[in-house]
């Protein structure tokens, strides 16, 4: 890969991902301030509406060719990366075997690994759907 190609791709990752981020940082405080503090609901939402996104982008994007490694870059990698958070749902897993709510780690997981990847598959037939239209 060429260094001006490199350098697009990581300026658009990082707008998407300031884009994402921002988006993870008020899905998070709206669900706090309507739930509360007694489940992570903000990352659970964040990474379920990533998985069903992602899938959508990815079927959408790989019908578009290898041309569309900037939208790539720009949604997925930039806006998906940063709205979706790995590191948060293990910190919530420390924080729930801290507070001895051992149970909740079971399914926190169990919820956010067969939901999204039941999303993504879903997210992958809309995609389809909308390339065939």
Same mark, same amino acid.
């Given at each position: 890969?060429? *260094?001006?190609? &490199? &350098?697009?791709?990581? @300026?658009?990752?990082?707008?998407?991902?300031?884009?994402? $981020?921002? %988006?993870?940082?008020?899905?998070?405080? $709206? @669900?706090?301030? #309507?739930?509360?503090?007694?489940?992570? &609901?903000?990352?659970?939402?964040?990474?379920?509406?990533? $998985?069903?996104?992602?899938?959508? =982008?990815?079927?959408? =994007?790989?019908? #578009?060719?290898? $041309?569309? &490694?900037?939208?790539?870059?720009?949604?997925?990698?930039?806006?998906?990366?940063?709205?979706?958070?790995?590191?948060? %749902?293990?910190?919530?897993?420390?924080?729930?075997?801290?507070?001895?709510?051992?149970?909740?780690?079971?399914?926190?997981?169990?919820?956010?690994?067969?939901?999204? =990847?039941?999303?993504?598959?879903?997210?992958?037939?809309?995609?389809?759907? %909308?390339? *065939?239209?």
């Amino acid at each position: 890969m060429n *260094a001006p190609v &490199w &350098w697009q791709q990581l @300026l658009l990752a990082m707008a998407g991902g300031a884009l994402g $981020s921002g %988006l993870r940082f008020a899905i998070g405080a $709206s @669900l706090l301030q #309507r739930f509360g503090a007694g489940f992570p &609901w903000g990352t659970l939402t964040v990474n379920l509406v990533g $998985s069903f996104v992602a899938g959508v =982008l990815l079927v959408w =994007l790989e019908a #578009r060719g290898p $041309s569309s &490694w900037p939208l790539r870059s720009l949604l997925i990698v930039g806006v998906v990366g940063g709205l979706t958070t790995f590191s948060s %749902l293990m910190m919530e897993c420390l924080v729930f075997a801290r507070s001895e709510r051992t149970t909740m780690i079971g399914i926190y997981l169990a919820v956010t690994l067969v939901a999204g =990847l039941a999303l993504v598959f879903a997210g992958a037939r809309a995609g389809q759907w %909308l390339v *065939a239209r």
